[in-house]
């Protein structure tokens, strides 16, 4: 409040409530830890404070009220269905697949070719900079001309191949970084295509004359990767029925990382 310049006693206050803590899957502490932010806020004298799910302020950062919040997480993707700003619980898909694994991916395919930055910052940024999702990638396997460069760091270039795809493939085929770490549950995962699919023909059933769900809003900072909207645009239409695919929109959330902030700032509004 200090830094804002602001009297707390003149501020209503939003509350995010951390991504996939909804009623009824929160840890009992969840709700020890709100009761403490609201004591310390009504010891400030705040005049009211409410909380609200940050999957849900992601989705209204995008003018939204209702849709399908897709937010990839650092250690974890989770597909949310949302209608008029209530997060419908038991709707709520979650796969293993996060944005930290994409770096370790990458990471490993850099050390099996002798190359890459240490420590993991500099590989975040190689695939912040470097990396997108193919269309198709079969036909991104087949092509010569894929490398691009980047500075890391004053005099440390780094150059991609086929690695620039193949990181963000695995949101799509997890078995492709299973295969690498030996892990069971990647082999067994679903994709993040199959996860919202399955998201959306879970909504359908229940409306299946409001076509709110056919809003995808992909939020977290690895959702800006290049490509991936447009892919998993293609992939939904290719798993689901043209009666629930048609007019199916996916969008990238406008503010990244700040998504929640700005979500919260359109609601108070």
């Not at 937010?71 to 974890?76: A, T, V």
Request: glycine share 8%; aromatic share 8%.
């Amino acid at each position: 409040m200090d830094k804002m310049q602001v009297k707390p006693s003149t501020q209503p206050v939003i509350l995010a409530t951390p991504v996939g803590l909804y009623p009824g899957a929160a840890a009992p502490s969840s709700q020890q830890l709100r009761d403490a932010v609201f004591s310390a806020l009504m010891r400030m004298k705040v005049p009211s404070v409410c909380t609200v799910n940050q999957e849900v302020l992601s989705l209204f950062a995008s003018r939204r009220t209702s849709g399908i919040l897709v937010n990839i997480g650092h250690k974890k993707t989770q597909v949310f269905p949302i209608l008029r700003g209530r997060t419908l619980s038991p709707g709520v898909v979650s796969i293993k697949i996060g944005g930290s694994d994409l770096t370790v991916y990458l990471f490993r395919q850099l050390v099996h070719r002798n190359v890459g930055p240490r420590p993991l910052r500099g590989v975040s940024l190689l695939k912040k900079n470097l990396c997108y999702v193919a269309l198709d990638y079969e036909a991104e396997l087949r092509k010569k001309d894929t490398e691009a460069s980047f500075e890391t760091r004053p005099g440390h270039w780094y150059t991609l191949k086929q690695e620039r795809f193949q990181t963000g493939e695995i949101l799509f085929q997890p078995h492709i970084e299973g295969s690498c770490l030996c892990s069971f549950w990647f082999r067994q995962s679903m994709g993040l295509h199959q996860a919202v699919a399955h998201c959306i023909e879970r909504q359908a059933e229940r409306s299946p004359d409001y076509n709110w769900y056919k809003t995808i809003v992909l939020a977290g900072g690895t959702a800006n990767l290049p490509g991936l909207a447009e892919r998993l645009d293609k992939e939904l239409h290719n798993l689901l029925p043209p009666n629930i695919s048609q007019g199916i929109c996916v969008i990238t959330s406008p503010y990244d990382a700040d998504a929640v902030w700005h979500g919260g700032k359109w609601s108070a509004m």
